[in-house]
């Protein structure tokens, strides 16, 4: 999806420095693209400093820079940007197509949509799919031949290119409430919380990727010359997680809502969000929000329409709007009121309908 990486470029600048995640499996993919097509891999592995020896220890791990290296190398030795998934190749610059046709759509859900067709006129050995289904969103994906040695290096590339291209366009992160695949949980496994961040399953069905639908509706934030400059470096998105997340102030209320009793403090509610309780509140400063502020918004809503609408007592009403005891409820409602939660749901029923 990048501009043409130099074969000739330096290799002494260290790949090795980062954290070590990515499997030795996905490398022997790239190798096996190699032999399939009669070359050797030797200067790919050598540009991205992957010893040789470290193909036959299925333990072996890469860093994100050494994987990106490789790919990049691999894709313009092969010129097939699928590295051998498909039964054509894809010649450079097919994945910046699919980006150029869908960079100029209004929302998230219809750039997708696009992708998704288009990805069929370049690849007809897979078909990708956006289906939603109430607040949940699906990209899935069709295998229509058997992909062989390949399949698992095909299918998690193929959605972690959507995905990382679809938070690009957004400028955010989209996180993600499950991500599947039809096949056996590999010895690498721990690596899919790495790559998908969130929960995964194995023996599923098909491929797909499970997120928030409300997402589709966010608008693009790039333009043509942001994605210039990002495909100059496109690789970097199928590997990294992005900081931000659009929508996180409304996840945020959505499961202080959902799991009143779940959500007492932040650690909790950041479990429930797959993010760490720093993330939470580094990204909800940068939204102009808080944690507190929040849950204050969340409980107030509940506590009111608990009283106005129900005969529970006080207590239950503290309770259901996430309070440990009846004191510290009265003492919040009336710092947002002005009035007791007694005071409230007497003037409340009093008023006449509107």
Not at 50 to 57: Q, Y
Not at 295 to 318: C, F, G, H, N
Request: aromatic fraction near 6%; charged fraction near 20%.
């Amino acid at each position: 999806m990048s501009d043409r990486p130099s074969l000739s470029a330096s290799a002494s600048t260290s790949l090795t420095s980062g954290p070590a995640l990515t499997p030795i499996a996905f490398v022997n993919a790239i190798v096996l693209a190699y032999t399939r097509r009669g070359m050797d891999p030797a200067a790919a592995l050598a540009l991205a400093q992957i010893a040789p020896s470290a193909l036959t220890d299925p333990a072996a791990r890469i860093t994100a820079a050494q994987m990106e290296r490789i790919s990049g190398a691999a894709m313009q030795e092969l010129d097939d940007e699928a590295l051998g998934w498909f039964s054509r190749r894809l010649p450079w610059g097919s994945y910046g197509m699919l980006a150029r046709a869908s960079i100029s759509a209004p929302s998230l859900g219809l750039a997708l949509q696009r992708w998704c067709r288009h990805h069929g006129l370049i690849a007809d050995d897979i078909t990708l799919e956006l289906a939603v289904a109430g607040d949940s969103a699906t990209l899935s994906i069709t295998e229509h031949r058997n992909l062989g040695e390949l399949r698992e290096f095909c299918l998690v590339s193929v959605l972690r290119n959507i995905h990382g291209v679809a938070c690009w366009l957004i400028d955010s992160r989209l996180p993600l409430n499950r991500a599947q695949f039809p096949f056996a949980a590999p010895l690498h496994a721990g690596a899919y919380r790495v790559l998908f961040a969130g929960p995964t399953e194995f023996n599923a069905a098909q491929a797909s990727l499970r997120f928030d639908a409300r997402y589709l509706a966010l608008p693009l934030r790039r333009d043509e010359p942001a994605l210039q400059q990002m495909l100059q470096r496109a690789l970097p998105l199928t590997v990294l997680q992005y900081r931000r997340d659009r929508l996180l102030v409304q996840r945020v209320r959505q499961v202080l809502a959902a799991h009143t009793a779940q959500t007492h403090n932040a650690d909790a509610l950041a479990a429930l969000l797959a993010i760490s309780p720093r993330t939470l509140h580094r990204q909800l400063k940068e939204e102009g929000a808080s944690l507190q502020a929040l849950k204050d918004e969340v409980r107030q809503a509940r506590a009111q329409d608990l009283l106005l609408r129900t005969a529970r007592p006080i207590k239950q009403v503290a309770e259901a709007a996430g309070f440990q005891n009846e004191t510290s409820f009265i003492r919040a409602f009336r710092s947002w009121t002005g009035q007791s939660p007694a005071q409230f749901r007497r003037l409340g029923k009093a008023l006449p309908p509107a």
